[in-house]
């Protein structure tokens, strides 16, 4: 069974725009979530990450927003750029656990 | 180079061959993972490591087999590879039990055949 879902398997969005990616876990154990940005043939880079006692974190451009009581959260990019296409993962943790990932969402900004 | 790098970067094997895909680290970080990457599933966790000699399953262990003797390097081995193994495969690894980032090798593109 899924724990971290991503149930939008790509979007599309022009540039300048607001990108939206959403991101959903069930596991309660969970109190570390990331978002990773993956190009093709490259390995997943960093992206930006929140913790549980946290509902938002900012860095730049890109915004997470958490709400636990929903186990929900979301990575707003404002405004998106055409370098920002690409796949992007939503992963979740604990203490001493492994990164679980979300089966990705393909983002594309087009000019 | 400092950093995490994996070889080869491309393989290709026969089914029942064993393979061995190789992960090696330089920031002497404790923890060290193996994630295969597969259309329609995302990356899943194969196996994991939170220090030399300690191993853990991940949701997809089965038909590979690690081993962690020195901290920098976490081998992944396939005994008898099958064409569902056909996949690329990220190594990563973390400082530590907090859940920071991980960071990534670039990947192998395994094809078994």
């Known amino acids: 069974d899924q724990q971290v879902k991503q149930n939008s398997p790509s979007l599309s969005v022009q540039e300048g725009r607001i990108s939206i990616l959403n991101c959903d876990y069930t596991n309660s154990m969970f109190d570390y979530f990331l978002w990773y940005k993956k190009y093709p043939a490259e390995g997943p880079t960093f992206l930006i990450s929140?913790?549980?006692?946290?509902d938002k974190n900012e860095d730049g451009r890109f915004t997470v927003f958490l709400n636990k009581s929903a186990k929900h959260l979301s990575l707003h990019i404002v405004p998106s750029q055409p370098g920002d296409s690409a796949v992007y993962f939503c992963?979740?943790?604990?203490?001493?656990?492994?990164?679980?990932f979300g089966k990705g969402t393909t983002l594309s900004v087009s000019s | 180079d400092a950093g995490i790098t994996q070889s080869p970067r491309y393989k290709i094997t026969e089914t029942g061959r064993q393979v061995t895909l190789m992960c090696h680290q330089t920031w002497s970080h404790s923890y060290m993972f193996w994630y295969r990457q597969d259309l329609g599933h995302g990356l899943r966790l194969i196996y994991y490591s939170a220090a030399a000699d300690i191993t853990d399953k991940g949701e997809v262990p089965d038909g590979y087999v690690v081993s962690r003797s020195k901290t920098e390097n976490f081998p992944l081995t396939l005994e008898s590879a099958t064409r569902s193994q056909t996949s690329v495969y990220f190594c990563?690894?973390?400082?530590?039990?907090?859940?920071?980032?991980?960071?990534f090798g670039q990947g192998t593109r395994l094809t078994v055949v």
């Open positions: 992963a979740a943790g604990g203490a001493g656990t492994a990164l679980i």
């Open positions: 990563a690894s973390r400082d530590g039990p907090r859940v920071t980032e991980a960071f």
């Open positions: 929140i913790s549980s006692i946290k």
